[in-house]
């Protein structure tokens, strides 16, 4: 574990995805990592955690999201919860919503904490032929409370049917829903299929001021892209290696497959230049987490669909 003091160092790095674990109650078809009831919680332990919640405030970080499999399922979720807001962070929980603790509700009221879901069908059959589990009615009945609660909550359809889209986007304005997302479905994990991961199904803002970490504790540029890591924040701080050359070589190698510019002379994987290409099918508002806006993409609280289905 790092325990160097904070870095003084400041990176252009403003959001951190935190993959706290593998293990989740359910097994979506097309889940970016395979997460299920049989992943593990990773070889990172509560102070390493926490030690990187700390550095990543040092280092100019504003906001963090943690994912997985499903969050909620790690054994100090709630500890890290509440002290990434206590350092400052803005935090989102990203969850399927099957199983809300009764002591988690408060947690997700607290000011600077916000919620996201993944939605499959307003049609109960389609959805959980998706999650492989009979999930869809305790999903939706925990959207409905966390609206009720009055916690902000976004939640994403991800679908190739624009049946299915229309009718899960008409069904959460139904009860409430403001901030929905579409995605369509991206080629990683289950997805793949057994293929190698292609950079091509990348949404275009891997390692462009953000990154992810894993339950080992590598760093990759996104969460989608975690065969791509570059460094581990058990062995080095999390400033070095956002500011360091593996990260920038990594964001400059995906710009190449997207047939973007390439820029090192500005900032780095962190944040740097290169040429965007011009506006295509993961464009606005096809794919509203694409870089190229001017809105808070990949961020807490946004309206955004660049993250893995859960």
Same mark, same amino acid.
């Given at each position: ?17 935190? &993959? ?17 009831? @049989? ?14 919640? @700390?550095?990543?405030? /040092?280092?100019g ?12 399922? #790690? ?12 350092? %400052? ?24 904490? =916000? ?11 389609? #959805? ?7 999930? #869809? ?6 959207i ?14 991800? /679908? ?10 008409? @069904?959460?304005?139904? $009860? ?31 390692? @462009? /001021? ?5 339950? =080992? ?7 989608f ?15 070095? $290696? ?9 964001? &400059? ?7 973007? %510019?390439? &820029? ?7 944040? %740097? ?6 506006? /295509?099918? &993961? ?15 990949c961020?807490p609280g ?9």
């Amino acid at each position: 574990m790092v325990t160097a003091a904070l870095p003084a160092e400041q990176t252009s790095t403003q959001f951190l995805w935190l &993959d706290l674990t593998r293990k989740c109650q359910l097994a979506c078809t097309h889940c970016y990592n395979a997460s299920g009831p @049989d992943g593990a919680h990773g070889t990172m332990t509560r102070e390493d955690w926490t030690s990187l919640l @700390d550095q990543a405030v /040092g280092c100019g970080v504003s906001a963090v999201q943690f994912i997985g499999g499903e969050p909620t399922m #790690h054994p100090d979720f709630a500890q890290l919860v509440d002290h990434a807001v206590t350092v %400052g962070l803005r935090v989102e929980v990203y969850s399927n919503l099957v199983h809300v603790s009764p002591s988690h509700w408060p947690l997700f009221q607290r000011e600077g904490v =916000s919620l996201a879901t993944s939605y499959y069908s307003n049609e109960a059959g389609e #959805h959980d032929e998706v999650t492989r589990r009979p999930s #869809h009615a305790r999903t939706r009945a925990n959207i409905v409370k966390a609206i009720e609660l009055g916690v902000p909550i976004r939640v994403g359809i991800v /679908g190739d049917t624009e049946r299915i889209i229309a009718a899960a986007k008409a @069904d959460l304005e139904s $009860i409430g829903v403001s901030q929905i997302g579409i995605d369509r479905i991206r080629e990683f994990g289950r997805a793949a299929c057994g293929q190698n991961p292609d950079g091509a199904n990348l949404c275009g803002g891997c390692g @462009d /001021g953000r990154a992810s970490i894993d339950p =080992s504790g590598t760093v990759s540029p996104c969460v989608f892209s975690t065969w791509m890591g570059v460094g581990n924040v058990r062995e080095d701080s999390l400033t070095s $290696i956002l500011n360091g050359p593996a990260l920038s070589d990594a964001v &400059d190698s995906l710009r190449e497959v997207w047939g973007w %510019g390439k &820029d090192k002379g500005k900032g780095g994987g962190s944040g %740097g230049g290169g040429q965007r290409k011009p506006c /295509g099918p &993961d464009c606005v508002p096809k794919n509203p987490c694409d870089p190229r806006t001017d809105s808070d993409a990949c961020r807490p609280g946004t309206p955004t669909t660049c993250h893995p289905r859960v």
